[in-house]
């Protein structure tokens, strides 16, 4: 059962573009983190969202956790060819819990 | 800033070779883990440890074991490699507020 779902799968744009992506659940979560991976490296760490409804900023990208702390989505403005990557993103269910992992976002940035 | 080694980026190994894959983290976590990453399969949980001389299984735990004889060191061993067993092998430690840090990753070929 995917219990977190990542949407699209696989994104390519054009450099300078904007975009925002999804991860969703039927189930609350306690934080959620995104993360960015690119090939050959490990994921590391963008954001942790904690309250309901909490936007955080990272430069041009731009987190918001829903209200009910079930979804969350990813906005980068202008987005350069350095956002390549694959975008995860990972639920908890408590502070001993196991992160529950979406299958993550394939973003490609053109020059 | 928070660390987390992995002993090697890249192994190929041989059918039926016993291997090692050592984790090691600086931050004095109490949380570790080790996952698989295949394309399409997204990240899976092997094994994970919340103390020392601690495990648990994952999802998919069969083929593999795990040592956590000291704090900051957490091995997943690989008893009789098999080729199903190429992957992208990532270590994860995490603070009690549920922010997961990954290693680097270790890319491993079984011929």
């Known amino acids: 059962t995917q219990l977190l779902e990542q949407s699209p799968q696989f994104l390519s744009i054009q450099e300078g573009e904007n975009l925002t992506v999804y991860c969703n659940s039927s189930s609350v979560f306690s934080s959620l983190q995104w993360y960015r991976q690119e090939p050959g490296e490990g994921p590391v760490l963008l954001v942790t969202v904690v309250t309901g409804g909490e936007v955080k900023k990272l430069k041009r990208l731009t987190f918001q956790f829903g209200d009910a702390r079930k979804d969350s989505s990813l906005h980068i403005t202008a987005a350069q060819p350095g956002d390549t990557g694959l975008y995860l993103c990972a639920g908890a269910h408590g502070a001993n819990s196991k992160l529950t992992f979406g299958k993550g976002i394939t973003l490609s940035v053109r020059p | 800033d928070v660390k987390v080694t992995q002993s090697s980026r890249y192994l190929v190994k041989r059918t039926g070779e016993k291997v090692f894959l050592e984790c090691v983290q600086d931050m004095d976590h109490e949380n570790m883990f080790w996952y698989r990453q295949d394309p399409g399969l997204g990240l899976r949980l092997i094994y994970f440890s919340y103390d020392v001389k601690m495990k648990e299984k994952g999802d998919i735990p069969e083929g593999y074991s795990v040592s956590r004889e000291k704090k900051e060191r957490f091995s997943l061993i690989l008893e009789s490699a098999s080729t199903n067993q190429t992957s992208m092998y990532l270590c994860?430690?995490?603070?009690?507020?549920?922010?997961?840090?990954f290693g680097p990753g270790t890319r491993l070929l079984v011929l």
């Open positions: 994860a430690s995490r603070t009690e507020w549920e922010t997961q840090y």
